[in-house]
C-alpha cells in the first residue's frame, strides 16, 4: 500500500507522524476495515493520538456498523486548499495573445474547458505535477522572452496536446547542470 502525505499537512502544529499518516489515510479515504494493510497500520496508531486530532477539530469520528469511521472537517480541508485552482494559476500565467511575425495577433487561451480537462487529467490528484507543469511554462515563457521569441510561443491547448512541459524540463536540467565558465570575470 501506498500512501501519499500531503506537505501543507507539515503547516499543522504539533503532529507527529503517526497523525500525519492517519490525516492522509482519512483525507484519501483509505479506511476499508476490509483492506488487511490499513487495519494493520491504524493498530499502530495510538487513541489518544487520533482523539487529539478530533479536539484539535481536524477529524470527527461516527459509528457505523460496529466501525468507527473518520471523516475529515472543513478546518482541515481549508489547510489543504488552495486559494485558487491549479489550472486556474496556469491559465493565469499563460500569455493572452502573442503578435506573430507576420504581424498577426493570435490568442492563446482559446479552448478553455478543453485546455482545464486536459491540464486536470495530465496532473491527476498530484499537486507536485501541477506545480511542475507551472514552473515548466513560467521557464519557456521567460526563455521566449529573453531570446525574442515569444511571437512563436504555442496556443495552451496545443502547448498540453504536445507535452511542451517535456522539452523545458530538459532544458531546466541542462542549465542547472552546465557549468559557467567564469575565467577572466575578475578584476584585480
Not at 11 to 32: G, I
Not at 55 to 76: C, D, H, P, W
Request: glycine share 4%.
Amino acid at each position: 500500500m501506498i500512501i501519499e502525505l500531503n506537505t501543507k499537512l507539515l503547516d499543522l502544529p504539533d503532529l507527529n507522524m503517526n497523525q500525519l499518516v492517519f490525516l492522509s489515510m482519512v483525507l484519501d479515504k483509505n479506511q476499508t476495515t476490509k483492506n488487511q494493510d490499513v487495519h494493520r497500520l491504524v493498530s499502530l496508531i495510538d487513541d489518544d493520538e487520533i482523539s487529539y486530532l478530533v479536539q484539535q477539530n481536524l477529524i470527527t469520528s461516527m459509528e457505523r456498523g460496529g466501525f468507527t469511521v473518520y471523516e475529515a472537517t472543513e478546518k482541515l480541508k481549508s489547510v489543504l486548499s488552495n486559494e485558487k485552482d491549479y489550472f486556474d494559476m496556469f491559465y493565469d500565467q499563460y500569455p493572452v495573445y502573442v503578435l506573430r511575425p507576420d504581424g498577426s495577433k493570435c490568442y492563446l487561451r482559446a479552448n478553455v474547458n478543453k485546455c482545464r480537462h486536459l491540464f486536470n487529467v495530465t496532473c491527476g490528484k498530484s499537486s507536485a505535477m501541477a506545480e511542475h507543469l507551472i514552473a515548466c511554462l513560467n521557464f519557456e515563457i521567460h526563455k521566449k522572452m529573453a531570446e525574442g521569441k515569444l511571437s512563436y510561443m504555442k496556443t495552451m491547448w496545443r502547448w498540453l496536446v504536445d507535452h511542451q512541459w517535456e522539452e523545458s524540463e530538459e532544458e531546466m536540467n541542462d542549465t542547472v547542470e552546465t557549468p559557467i565558465n567564469t575565467y577572466g570575470t575578475d578584476l584585480i
